[in-house]
T-cell receptor, first 108, second 113 residues
Framework: DAKTTQPPSMDCAEGRAANLPCNHS???????VYWYRQIHSQGPQYIIH???NNETNEMASLIITEDRKSSTLILPHATLRDTAVYYC?????????FGKGTMLLVSP | DTAVSQTPKYLVTQMGNDKSIKCEQN?????MYWYKQDSKKFLKIMFS???????INETVPNRFSPKSPDKAHLNLHINSLELGDSAVYFC????????????FGDGTRLSIL
């Protein structure tokens, strides 16, 4: 079973920041938070991951709370191509357990 | 260049047939995976191989047999196909290291008639 809770769907206007929340209250000390997304009919795409510090790359930023029980993925300027299902996954070494994710719809 | 490539992209066949799906990665990764995404869109791990050795087998019927001829390839052979095998199958790979992310192929859509 997935160890994370995400809203089933979210909307965002094109050009605005998309903030996707994730709860992972049972996360263990050695587990990372990973974010993937799946655009329709494609394979899951890795976005970003972190342990306890905030992380940023060319795609997104990841904000993890100090107690590590929740996190937020931020897409700073959402585009129509960011419409996808976003998965927040907590994982130790290797196995990824995908939940239902959040369907993000970016509209013009 | 495609990092993780799967063939075929689409596979339509009849119940009872045997079929194979191939996966190749050119990332130099040591670990490869097969996932199944069913009609409800849940992605579930099936197998994991590390340096050609099976390390994860998640309660998959023995009609499914993965084969890894070398660490860049992980093929999936399915015997006696059933209607419930209809799904999208994804291959993935990752580098050695505790927090290395997985990289996925674009999937093989298997339809059983």
């Amino acid at each position: 079973d997935a160890k994370t809770t995400q809203p089933p769907s979210m909307d965002c206007a094109e050009g605005r920041a998309a903030n996707l929340p994730c709860n992972h209250s049972t996360i263990s000390g050695n587990e990372y938070v990973y974010w993937y997304r799946q655009i329709h009919s494609q394979g899951p795409q890795y976005i970003i991951h972190g342990l306890k510090n905030n992380e940023t790359n060319e795609m997104a930023s990841l904000i993890i709370t100090e107690d590590r029980k929740s996190s937020t993925l931020i897409l700073p300027h959402a585009t129509l191509r960011d419409t996808a299902v976003y998965y927040c996954i907590v994982s130790g070494y290797s196995t990824l357990t995908f939940g239902k994710g959040t369907m993000l719809l970016v509209s013009p | 260049d495609t990092a993780v490539s799967q063939t075929p992209k689409y596979l339509v066949t009849q119940m009872g047939n045997d079929k194979s799906i191939k996966c190749e990665q050119n990332l130099g990764h040591d670990t490869m995976y097969w996932y199944k995404q069913d009609s409800k869109k849940f992605l579930k791990i099936m197998f994991s191989y590390n340096n050609k050795e099976l390390i994860i087998n998640e309660t998959v019927p023995n009609r499914f047999s993965p084969k890894s001829p070398d660490k860049a390839h992980l093929n999936l052979h399915i015997n006696s196909l059933e209607l419930g095998d209809s799904a999208v199958y994804f291959c993935a790979s990752r580098a050695t290291g505790y927090n290395q992310p997985q990289h996925f192929g674009d999937g093989t859509r298997l339809s059983i008639l």
